[in-house]
């Protein structure tokens, strides 16, 4: 019931030189946010987002996932995970970025990969 | 705000309830007796070093430092903390210098075990979501 309520859309709009381009969710690595503005990291460029993290976080709660303060990561772009001698997990993608996991949303991350229990 | 309260609850309770085992011990090991001031007072020091490490248990919610790095620096509060009501609730044998060596010996080894045991269980996660990865990558 809670998956039909939510809003049924696989794009958004980025822009970026004052251009708008509307990206498809797929193409979407990572969305972050850096000096207090939004990213969305795709193959070709980075766009800027007019929406706040926690709205994109809503708006593809199926897609993406939290995975620190200011990062979400496109679940399907996940190529595989790592610890380090310091006890810090990371996730690398498929274009090859290595993103810190916060151990705060681990949880929740390995419920969207259907890993753990409710 | 509400981290902070539940840390320091949980620290609290759980200082009062480990000074409450320590001083029965201490009492049957050695046949002695305890007077209700020194009671107070043991309980007094318990509650506010209890207070002290619920609220350095905050390190931990600090995202950009590393993991390791947090227990080394809760550790070394804890220490601290540990000495100053060891002081104070006369814990220490001053004359003997083995007596400050084993309680943070002691120290040592219960932040060895949690830090392997977190280890460990990070590492079992990992591996459990990389196995679903490869998984879905072959189907």
Redesign the interface.
């Known amino acids: 019931m809670k998956q039909l309520q939510m809003p049924m859309t696989n794009v958004i709009d980025g822009y970026v030189d004052q251009e708008i381009r509307m990206l498809k969710v797929s193409e979407i690595y990572t969305v972050y946010v850096e000096d207090g503005k939004v990213y969305f990291q795709t193959d070709e460029e980075e766009y800027q987002s007019k929406k706040k993290l926690y709205e994109i976080e809503e708006l593809f709660t199926q897609k993406f996932s939290r995975v620190n303060k200011s990062t979400l990561v496109n679940v399907d772009h996940i190529r595989s995970f790592q610890l380090d001698i310091l006890g810090t997990t990371a996730l690398i993608l498929h274009n090859g970025t290595t993103v810190h996991v916060s151990r705060k949303y681990l949880k929740d991350l390995k419920k969207k990969l259907g890993i753990g229990r409710e | 705000m509400k981290k902070a309260l539940e840390s320091t609850l949980i620290g609290f309770l759980i200082s009062l309830s480990i000074s409450y085992i320590m001083v029965t011990i201490s009492v049957l090991v050695e046949n002695a007796s305890i007077t209700g001031q020194q009671l107070l007072e043991q309980l007094v020091v318990a509650a506010i070093l209890g207070i002290a490490i619920g609220i350095c248990m905050l390190i931990y919610?600090i995202?950009r430092v590393?993991?390791?790095?947090q227990?080394i620096i809760h550790f070394l509060l804890v220490t601290i903390f540990v000495g100053i009501a060891g002081y104070f609730g006369h814990w220490f044998d001053y004359d003997n210098a083995w007596s400050f060596v084993s309680v943070f010996f002691t120290e040592l080894m219960i932040y060895a075990v949690l830090?392997t045991y977190?280890?460990r269980k990070?590492?079992h996660?990992?591996s459990?979501?990389?196995q679903?990865?490869q998984k879905r990558k072959e189907m």
């Open positions: 919610h995202e590393p993991f390791a790095v227990i830090w977190f280890y990070a590492k996660d990992i459990e979501m990389n679903l990865l």
